[in-house]
């Protein structure tokens, strides 16, 4: 995701992903916009003219350019030159792109039928009923209702070139319309009220945006992209797929972000003179009579007086139709298929691609250079990757870059290791000789029969360096023959290790950086950002699962859960006496634990009855009654089990029954206050132990006894061994 524009604290954002499917959705083999009118199509029939690229269909479009657009909406003082939902406040002039509903475009949750399917919603703002609100209202949970003309209705108009009437979207309206008749006298049917069903999908999911500074091809804190993981549904298969960004920007002078839903036509402009009657002079303490004098209202270029008492003047660059805008990108056709059959149960499959295209930082903007999407990849043995990305030969030819003019491509090789000493951090980062490559680096590996890179087979390390899968001959060195796009498949990782790799091609050094690094682990592990709404994730084996209530937290926090083996134990003396020297020396703050946990001495030991379940943040303290974890175990029926932690300070401590939500088929759910390594354990059940001791002591006293009772009466020693068949 490249959201261009920063959100809070400058202005309001909010983000908001959907993908269609549909039988004709394509790329076209023109950069003509597909008509309006179905005479100008191959055959009369635009879905199917493969000419022109297509999403929403021309069906889709009829009805948008003929129903009466929402007039309860905010327009501000904008001139809206249609009354169909061609035209809004930022579209006023009904401007045509493709086949979109320009009102649906802007607004959202929209009130009529769509073809788009939500997958998430990122604002700066997400409060529990922020998040509830959409969620609830979503067409993937919601359906819509519309006024549905008969399709002979269509047919007849379009044929004889007549206006369609246009078409209600309340329920009122639509049932006391009457369409007439044709030529013949015969009567249309009437329209219906009707609800279209809702997708049947889960809720999109709400949470906290990333913030990214305006106008910085949306680079977050880190110097990295902010990125939404999208997890593909095995709900939709399709080869026939488009995902669209739409980002919401709104300015402080709406309050809540536009939120609020008294912003509506009632502050309209009274005419085209007229400034609209939102309420900015009151943000600085005016009333409306000052506000009005002084020209802080909300209309095109005001001219404001800044100083009391004064009549000079500065006016502002404000354009109405722009103060609340949603912006859009959408993508080029993609396919979403079934996981193969032999996929084991468990693993992650992760997709990785190249994003940019051709040119310098300046030709390319507001678009980036070429990259590897995503450059920073962590995965762990036995997962699936599937490599792949499209290139174009049609970018402008005056563009910069390597190889033939207008042409992207790309491949993937390993870059060599550094040759200079690994001392300081480089030294931590190449331990084990896990590391293949350095970044620092710019020339490509020597590849050999030996050559490891991820446990790919050697052919799959050739393939992605040469591009030679489809390709025999022809110009390679810079992949100019090769075809616009490559895919390795879907490939298991075996080995793990740190791999860095780079494009040959598009590696330009002080021009342009194509570099990349996956991290491959033994250890299972997952990834989530919950915000204020709350939220859910479980790793992928189902091994745990965190539980965050709403309101639990108040702004988004990326979590990390780790599964590894062992057994967490108490500190050592030593380790608590170096502890208690740094805190004395204030070389680290003390660590305040909850009063409620038992800790060090006081805390109770055993064995690993599941393995450590390391949540990260492991400084993140969170309400205990808000946050909840699942741990799978396995222990005997006559084991006691409990709940024992690690602190991000290395305090060992057990977590008390008040904390323990259930412990039950294999399952334990328990209560966290934050970060740290938790396990369950256990040790055999107390009375067990002492049923065993008192049986031991019985049985050694009857030995004892027997002993003396047969060295006392040597008969009945000799009788015992006769009745055993020993010889005396």
Known sequence: INAEYGGDPNNHCELLIQYMCGNFTRDGTTTRTIPERRDQCEKWDCDTDLEFGMHENYAYYRNCKNRERNEGLFTADQNLRRNDARSTRQNPQGTRRGYECPEERDYYPYWGPTPWMDIAILTNNATVERCEFYKNNSENVKGRFYCKYPDRYFTYKEATNRGIKDIPITKEECENTNLGADATGTAFAKPVWTQADPFGIPPPECIEADWSRDNHNGNGLDGFPNQYNWTVPDHTLSDNCVLRLRYNITTGEFAEGGFKPDIDASLNAANNNAASKLDVGTQFGLTTAEADNRGY????????????????????????????????????????????????????????????????????????????????????????????????????????????????????????????????????????????????????????????????????????????????????????????????????????????????????????????????????????????????????????????????????????????????????????????????????????????????????????????????????????????????????????????????????????????????????????????????????????????????????????????????????????????????
């Open 297 to 728: 209202v909300f209309e095109n270029n005001p001219e404001v007086k800044v100083f009391e008492g004064s009549n000079e003047e500065v006016q502002l660059a404000i354009n109405t139709a722009q103060y609340g805008r949603t912006f859009q990108d959408r993508t080029h056709v993609f396919a979403i298929r079934a996981k193969p059959e032999d996929v084991v149960e468990g693993q992650q499959i992760f997709n990785m691609n190249v994003r940019g295209k051709r040119g310098n930082i300046v030709q390319v903007y507001p678009a980036v250079e070429y990259d590897f999407a995503p450059n920073r990849v962590q995965m762990k043995t036995g997962d699936y990757i599937h490599i792949q990305w499209t290139g174009s030969d049609t970018n402008p030819g005056n563009n910069d870059g390597q190889g033939r003019q207008g042409t992207d491509r790309s491949n993937m090789i390993l870059i060599r290791n550094i040759t200079y000493d690994k001392s300081g951090a480089l030294a931590a980062q190449t331990s084990a000789n896990l590391q293949q490559g350095q970044l620092s680096s710019n020339y490509p590996i020597k590849i050999t029969n030996d050559t490891s890179f991820m446990g790919l087979a050697n052919d799959d390390i050739i393939a992605a360096a040469l591009i030679e899968q489809t390709q025999f001959g022809g110009d390679m060195e810079e992949l100019d023959d090769a075809g616009t796009y490559y895919n390795m498949g879907l490939r298991r990782i075996t080995t793990a290790g740190v791999y860095n790799y780079m494009c040959t091609r598009n590696n330009n050094f002080s021009n342009r950086s194509q570099k990349g690094r996956i991290v491959i682990t033994t250890a299972p592990f997952v990834q989530k950002k919950i915000g204020a709404a709350g939220g859910e994730m479980e790793l992928p084996n189902g091994d745990a699962a965190l539980t965050i209530d709403p309101n639990a937290l108040d702004s988004a926090v990326l979590f990390y859960i780790e599964e590894n083996k062992g057994t967490l134990k108490k500190s050592t003396e030593e380790e608590n006496n170096t502890r208690r020297r740094r805190e004395a020396s204030g070389e680290v703050a003390k660590e305040t634990v909850d009063d409620d946990l038992a800790t060090e001495d006081d805390a109770d030991t055993g064995s690993s009855a599941s393995e450590i379940i390391s949540v990260y943040p492991l400084e993140l303290k969170m309400d205990k009654s808000k946050a909840h974890l699942r741990i799978k175990y396995q222990a005997d029926t006559a084991d006691t089990t409990f709940v024992a932690m690690v602190t991000d300070k290395g305090t060992y401590a057990s977590l008390p029954d008040s904390r323990v939500e259930s412990m039950e088929s294999g399952n334990a759910r328990f209560k966290i206050s934050g970060g740290g390594k938790y396990q369950v354990l256990k040790y055999p059940y107390v009375p067990v132990i002492i049923a065993f001791c008192i049986l031991a002591i019985v049985l050694i006293a009857l030995i004892v006894g027997l002993a003396i009772f047969f060295k006392k009466n040597p008969q009945a020693r000799y009788r015992v061994k006769r009745m055993f068949g020993q010889d005396v």
